[in-house]
Nanobody, 126 residues
Framework: VQLQASGGGSVETGGSLRLSCAAS????????TAWFRQAPGKEREAVSC????????YCTASVRGRFTISRDNAKNTVYLQMINLKPEDTAVYYC????????????????????WGQGTQVTVSS
C-alpha cells in the first residue's frame, strides 16, 4: 500500500494550495481518510477527516471554513483544498488512511490510521 502526497509549497498569507494523496494497493473509500499536519515542536493534529461512502467531513475545528477534504473514488485520491492560509498553517502535511470505518470521535486519533503518506511541506509567509 502506498499513499503518495503532493501539492505542498510556499505561499503568502491569504494564498491557497491543494494537496493530493493518491493511493495504490488500497481503496480509500473502503475506510476512513484524513489529513494531519505537524509543525516543528508540535503534536501531529488532524485537520480534516472523511468517512467512507460519505461526503460529511470532520476534524476541522482548527481550520474551520478554510480547509476542505474531498475524495475522488474513480481516481482513488483524496484532496485537501486550503484557502486563506495563515503562517500558523506552516507544517508538514500527511494523508492517512484507515482500513476501518472509524467512529466520528476517533477520526482525529493518529494511531487509528494504518497507512501514511510521506508528507508534503506547506510554508506560509507573512
Amino acid at each position: 500500500v502506498q499513499l503518495q502526497a503532493s501539492g505542498g509549497g510556499s505561499v503568502e498569507t491569504g494564498g491557497s494550495l491543494r494537496l493530493s494523496c493518491a493511493a495504490s494497493g488500497f481503496t480509500l473509500n473502503s475506510g476512513s481518510t484524513a489529513w494531519f499536519r505537524q509543525a516543528p515542536g508540535k503534536e501531529r493534529e488532524a485537520v480534516s477527516c472523511i468517512r467512507p461512502n460519505s461526503g460529511t467531513t470532520y476534524c476541522t475545528a482548527s481550520v474551520r471554513g478554510r480547509f476542505t477534504i474531498s475524495r475522488d473514488n474513480a481516481k482513488n485520491t483524496v484532496y485537501l483544498q486550503m484557502i486563506n492560509l495563515k503562517p500558523e498553517d506552516t507544517a508538514v502535511y500527511y494523508c492517512a488512511a484507515s482500513r476501518r470505518r472509524l467512529i466520528v470521535s476517533s477520526l482525529d486519533v493518529a494511531t487509528n490510521y494504518d497507512y501514511w503518506g510521506q508528507g508534503t511541506q506547506v510554508t506560509v509567509s507573512s
